[in-house]
C-alpha cells in the first residue's frame, strides 16, 4: 500500500515536472518569437547574419543632386516620408532564435542623416573624392544600437550635392528600395497604412505557424504569382510538395505533367548546388578589409536599344557583353591569359509582385550567368551571352536560391557560414541591372542627375557591378575588394570602349 502510494506521488511529481519544462520551453520560444515586436523573416535573418570583416551586408548608393539642397530640408524630408516605413525606426534586437524589429523609443535622426566633407582634390577630379568617401563607408558597420541605415550628405558638390546612402540589406532588398526612393521624391505616394495582423500564436503551433510562412507560403506563392520561369506549373509543383497527396486525386496527363516538372526541378536544384568552380582570375580569392568603388559617366539609353534591336539582342544581353568585354580587357591588360576563361556571377531575380515592394523585406532569388570573358570577339561574345541568358529562362534556381536563405536563416552561424559558402566559392561577381525611372526625379525641388546603387557580396566574393539606367542614359559602376583589385576605375573605363565595337558593327549592318 505505502509502496503504491510512493509511486502514485512519484508519478505526480515526474508528470508536474515534465508539465513545468514543457511550459517553461513553450514560453521561452513564445518570448522568443515575439521579443515585444515583429518577428524578422528567416530570410532576413540570413542577411542579418552574413556580415563579415570582408563584406558587410549593406546595399549603398550614391545620389548626385543640383542645386545644392540644404541639410535641414532634407531632413524634414525624411522625417515626412521615409518613416512612415516602419522599418526605417525600428532596431534589430537578436536572440537564442533569431531576431526581431523593435521600436526604437529614442530614435533621433541625427544618428541617420550625417554632414560629410570630402577630401580636397583639384577642379575636375571631385568624383574621385566622393568615390574615395564611399569605398571607406562600404567597410564602416552600421551602429546595431539604432536602425540600421544612414545617409551621408555632401552640401557643396559640383556645383549642387551629393548623398551617399547605407542600407542593411536586412532591412529591404533592391525593388523595395528603389520604392522607397519613389515616396521620398516630390509628389511621391506614401507607403499605404500597415495593416494590422492578428495577435500571433503562441508555443510550439505558433513557431510551426511562422516557419510555414516565413518558408514554404512565399515558395509557393511568389513563384506562380510574381516569377514567370516556368509558368504555373511550377507553383503546381511546390504545391504538390507541400501536399503530396494530392498526386493521387490527379489524373496520369496530370501525373505525368507533374512528373516532368519535378524532373526539372530536381535537375535545376542539382545544377545549382553542383555548380564547377569558376576559372581562376586575380578577382577570385580570399579578400581583404578595404574596398574601391569607381562608375563612369552615363551612356545614353537611346543608342543602346539602337545597338540592342539591330543586333537582335535585348538591351540587357548588350549591357552584360560589355561588362564581360570590360572585365576580360582589365584581366588582359594586367599580363594574364583569359583565353577560354568565364566568371560566374550572380543576378538577383525579382520574387516579389510590385504591388507589394512597399513592405520591404527581402523576396528574391538569385540565378547564376556565366560570362564569357575570354571571348574577343565582341559579336561572338554577345551572342554567347544570349544563348546563357535564354538558358536561364524556365529555370527555378532563383526559387530554390530563395529556399536556401530562408533555410539558412534557421541554421546557426557556423552552419550558415557553410551553406551560403555555397555561393561565394563559386562566384566571382555578384551583378544587378536595375531599371530606374524614365525621367529624373525631383527632392525639395532640386534635382537627382544621378542615380548609382550597388547591392552587397557575401562570403570571399570581392566584386560588384552595378548597371542602371536612369532618365535616359546608363551608367557602369563597380565595387571591388581592394587586394583582388585595387583599381576598378580601369574596369569602368573599357566598359564605353566595349560598347563602342558593338555600335560600330551594327551600324554596318542593313537596315532590317
Known amino acids: 500500500m505505502v509502496t503504491r502510494m510512493v509511486a502514485k506521488k512519484v508519478g505526480k511529481t515526474r508528470s508536474a515536472v515534465v508539465r513545468g519544462v514543457q511550459k517553461t520551453v513553450t514560453d ?4 522568443a518569437l515575439h521579443l515585444n515586436g515583429e518577428r524578422m523573416s528567416n530570410v532576413d535573418t540570413a542577411w542579418l ?7 558587410l551586408m549593406m546595399i549603398v ?3 548626385v543632386i543640383r542645386p545644392a539642397i540644404r541639410f535641414e530640408v532634407l531632413r524634414d524630408r525624411l522625417e515626412s516620408r521615409l518613416l512612415k516605413y516602419p522599418r526605417f525606426s525600428q532596431c534589430v534586437v537578436e536572440d537564442a532564435a533569431g531576431a526581431s524589429w523593435v521600436k526604437d523609443t529614442a530614435f533621433d535622426m541625427a544618428n541617420h542623416l550625417v554632414i560629410e566633407k570630402l577630401a580636397r582634390k583639384p577642379k575636375g577630379r571631385e568624383q574621385e573624392a566622393l568615390q574615395d568617401r564611399l569605398s571607406e563607408l562600404t567597410m564602416q558597420p552600421l551602429d546595431r544600437a539604432h536602425p540600421l541605415w544612414q545617409f551621408h550628405l555632401v552640401e557643396n558638390y559640383k556645383g549642387g550635392s551629393a548623398m551617399m546612402a547605407r542600407i542593411h540589406h536586412c532591412i529591404a532588398d533592391g525593388i523595395a528600395l528603389v520604392h522607397v526612393t519613389q515616396s521620398v521624391m516630390d509628389d511621391g505616394v506614401a507607403p499605404p497604412e500597415p495593416e494590422h495582423h492578428a495577435a500571433h500564436h503562441t508555443g510550439l503551433d505558433g513557431a510551426q505557424e511562422w516557419v510555414a510562412d516565413s518558408l514554404v507560403k512565399p515558395l509557393a506563392h511568389l513563384t506562380g504569382k510574381a516569377l514567370s520561369l516556368a509558368g504555373d506549373g511550377a507553383a503546381r509543383y511546390l504545391d504538390l510538395l507541400m501536399h503530396p497527396q494530392k498526386g493521387m486525386e490527379h489524373t496520369l496527363h496530370t501525373s505525368a505533367h507533374m512528373a516532368k516538372l519535378a524532373l526539372h526541378a530536381a535537375a535545376d536544384g542539382a545544377a545549382l548546388v553542383l555548380m564547377p568552380n569558376d576559372s581562376p582570375t586575380r578577382l ?3 579578400p581583404g578589409k578595404s574596398k574601391r568603388v569607381a562608375w563612369c559617366p552615363p551612356l545614353p539609353l537611346a543608342q543602346v536599344k539602337a545597338v540592342g534591336k539591330a543586333l537582335h ?3 540587357n544581353e548588350v549591357l552584360l557583353s560589355c561588362a564581360a568585354g570590360a572585365i576580360g580587357e582589365y584581366l588582359k591588360a594586367h599580363g594574364d591569359d583569359v583565353a577560354d576563361k568565364e566568371i560566374r556571377t550572380m543576378i538577383p531575380v525579382n520574387l516579389r509582385p510590385l504591388a507589394k515592394a ?6 528574391f532569388g538569385l540565378a547564376p550567368l556565366v560570362l564569357p570573358i575570354g571571348l574577343d570577339n565582341p559579336m561572338e561574345r554577345l551572342y554567347e551571352v544570349r544563348r546563357r541568358m535564354q538558358g536561364l529562362k524556365g529555370s527555378m534556381q532563383p526559387v530554390f536560391a530563395f529556399g536556401l536563405l530562408a533555410v539558412a536563416g534557421l541554421m546557426t552561424k557556423p552552419m550558415q557560414t557553410a551553406v551560403l559558402s555555397l555561393f561565394s566559392k563559386k562566384t566571382t561577381a555578384v551583378m544587378t541591372n536595375v531599371p530606374g525611372p524614365r525621367e529624373k526625379l525631383k527632392i525639395c525641388g532640386c534635382t537627382v542627375e544621378e542615380d548609382l546603387v550597388w547591392v552587397p557580396q557575401s562570403g570571399t566574393v570581392g566584386l560588384g557591378i552595378s548597371i542602371l539606367s536612369y532618365a535616359g542614359g546608363v551608367q557602369f559602376g563597380v565595387v571591388s575588394d581592394a587586394t583582388l583589385c585595387p583599381d576598378p576605375q580601369n574596369i569602368i573605363d573599357q566598359f564605353a570602349p566595349e560598347f563602342a565595337k558593338l555600335a560600330a558593327v551594327s551600324k554596318g549592318l542593313p537596315k532590317s
Open 28 to 31: 521561452a520560444l513564445a518570448g
Open 358 to 363: 512597399y513592405q520591404l523585406g527581402n523576396q
Open 313 to 315: 539582342c535585348t538591351i
Open 284 to 286: 577570385k580569392g580570399i
Open 49 to 55: 547574419h552574413m556580415d563579415s570583416d570582408a563584406n
Open 61 to 63: 548608393g550614391v545620389w
